[in-house]
């Protein structure tokens, strides 16, 4: 498997944030006492194990390779700053969260948004339904949230990172958003606020069973929440 990922991450020629070329090596080549985010991004290889869970995080590296490389670069700058404790601290809270369960909530106004930060699910699934891929859409970034679908079941709920795009066409060139996103990355003040809970079985299309509105009257999956502001979504 390594050798098959090796060959499109040369073939791409992908690099961490500090330059080096991206290869994916065996869990066992990872130094003991070595803290995985900082070994990726001072020497470029990325611990790799025979599993899906890994493999995903794999595919997620070729696919967003700016992205991926700013979330190393912020975990391992913090790793620097402050060791590895019993505590990861917020950056490196809301890195991870982003890493492991990011959905990317695309939007080309602010309805979907809306609804989204206002646990207006009938709003964003029922009434809004027509929106999905003509105003808002989403793509899949976490690694762990691919590995739970799987095998997908009702309650998986995914961290939304909403992202303004001036089109649902122009935002299929996926390379725009990754650089969008990696540049945020790089700098902002990233908090587990930032993101939007979004329980994927209810998106359009994704379940065979939402085509019923009873679906959404779960309200073990469905929450309301407490919500009552929320940074605006990326623009791009």
Not at 52 to 69: E, G, Q, S, V
Not at 76 to 101: M, Q
Not at 151 to 172: D, G, R
Not at 218 to 232: H, L, M
Request: charged share 20%; hydrophobic share 45%.
């Amino acid at each position: 498997m390594r050798d098959v990922l090796n060959a499109h991450a040369e073939r791409q020629d992908l690099r961490t944030a500090g330059g080096h070329p991206l290869r994916f090596i065996p869990q066992g080549a990872l130094p003991s006492g070595a803290a995985y985010e900082a070994h990726i991004a001072a020497t470029g290889g990325v611990p790799t194990r025979d599993n899906l869970h890994d493999f995903f995080n794999a595919l997620i590296w070729l696919y967003w390779p700016r992205t991926k490389a700013a979330l190393n670069a912020r975990q391992a700058s913090a790793i620097a700053r402050d060791g590895i404790g019993a505590v990861r601290g917020a950056v490196r809270d809301a890195a991870t969260l982003f890493d492991e369960n990011a959905l990317i909530f695309l939007r080309t106004d602010d309805a979907p948004e809306r609804c989204l930060t206002g646990f207006d699910w009938p709003g964003l699934f029922i009434e809004g339904r027509a929106a999905w891929g003509r105003s808002c859409a989403v793509l899949p970034f976490g690694h762990a949230l691919l590995e739970k679908l799987v095998a997908p079941y009702k309650s998986i709920t995914a961290h939304a990172w909403p992202v303004h795009v001036a089109s649902l066409e122009a935002a299929a060139q996926t390379a725009s958003i990754d650089a969008v996103l990696a540049d945020m990355l790089a700098s902002a003040d990233l908090t587990t606020s930032d993101f939007r809970p979004l329980p994927v079985m209810g998106i359009p299309g994704w379940c065979e069973a939402n085509r019923d509105s009873a679906f959404y009257s779960d309200a073990a999956v469905f929450r309301p929440g407490r919500r009552t502001s929320a940074k605006p979504g990326q623009k791009c």
